[in-house]
């Protein structure tokens, strides 16, 4: 039991408290700073409906959480603590958990979307402000990431992580879970970061503070420390950088996604034996 009781803790209830933390502070956040500039800047960004919906959709993961370990597992037997651990990497225990943590995160979006008066426009779904600006800042973006692809090749520190477990002994591809990496998590992570949380702090504070309060919003948000950590938050500036340069979501987005490719395809070429 106590081995169980372990992996609820590890890999259901923390992170996914830290994240709720994480969300609720962000709301404090915009509540101080919309009373410092006053209610009638933006009362379409209400920060009392973020930590309403946040409070609701992480709730009913850590209920959904707290089920499927207990049926996965099996709660009146206590295995090894490697087999517990090789379960949650290999099995549909850490796909089933990494997506309903995914979808929390797109229901928070969600009900903080519905609440507001905005529309998708909003939130970052429109076309770019100028075809060359976006295509010259893709580019430079893309650059960034295979220099960073390279250098998590050759540092340890930089190839741990949820990504590296999800395929560290996994034999044929999750391609469920990896298509929810490369396609979905990006889109969800960039509308509620880029697309509100920018967006709605643009209205109360300078740009520049605006993208990075986001940032380092977005860093935490992943639960992971050390250089990780710091890596994520240069991500996070860089998409906000992006939406600032192009003005849509959509290539914000792009960009998500192919370094979420480009993490899983290092992940493989660290885990599968050489052709």
């Given at each position: 039991m106590r081995y169980t009781v372990l992996l609820v803790l590890r890999y259901a209830l923390i992170p996914q408290a830290v994240q709720l933390g994480v969300l609720l502070a962000v709301s404090c956040l915009l509540e101080i700073a919309r009373s410092r500039v006053g209610n009638d800047r933006e009362a379409a960004y209400r920060p009392g409906k973020l930590a309403r919906s946040a409070t609701l959709a992480y709730l009913?993961?850590?209920?959904?959480a707290v089920l499927v370990v207990g049926y996965e597992v099996d709660w009146n037997v206590s295995p090894p603590l490697d087999v517990i651990l090789s379960i949650?990497?290999?099995?549909?225990?850490?796909?089933?958990?990494?997506?309903?943590?995914?979808?929390?995160?797109?229901?928070?979006?969600l009900g903080w979307w519905r609440s507001s008066r905005l529309t998708l426009k909003d939130a970052g779904f429109q076309g770019p402000q100028r075809i060359e600006k976006t295509a010259a800042t893709l580019s430079v973006v893309l650059m960034v990431v295979c220099l960073v692809a390279g250098a998590m090749l050759h540092d340890p520190s930089l190839r741990g992580g949820p990504a590296r477990e999800s395929v560290a002994t996994v034999d044929r591809p999750d391609v469920l879970l990896w298509a929810w990496t490369v396609l979905i998590v990006p889109l969800t992570e960039e509308v509620f970061f880029r697309g509100m949380l920018q967006n709605g702090l643009k209205k109360l504070v300078p740009t520049a503070l605006a993208v990075t309060l986001q940032a380092i919003a977005f860093g935490l948000m992943h639960v992971v420390g050390g250089p990780r950590m710091a890596l994520l938050i240069l991500a996070g500036l860089l998409q906000g950088c992006i939406y600032e340069a192009t003005g849509t979501i959509y290539a914000?987005?792009?960009?998500?996604?192919?370094?979420?490719?480009?993490?899983?395809?290092?992940?493989?070429?660290?885990?599968q034996p050489p052709l």
């Open positions: 009913a993961y850590l209920v959904f949650s990497r290999n099995g549909k225990l850490w796909s089933a958990l990494s997506i309903a943590s995914d979808v929390a995160l797109g229901v928070t979006a914000a987005w792009l960009v998500h996604s192919l370094w979420n490719a480009t993490v899983i395809a290092i992940a493989l070429t660290r885990t």
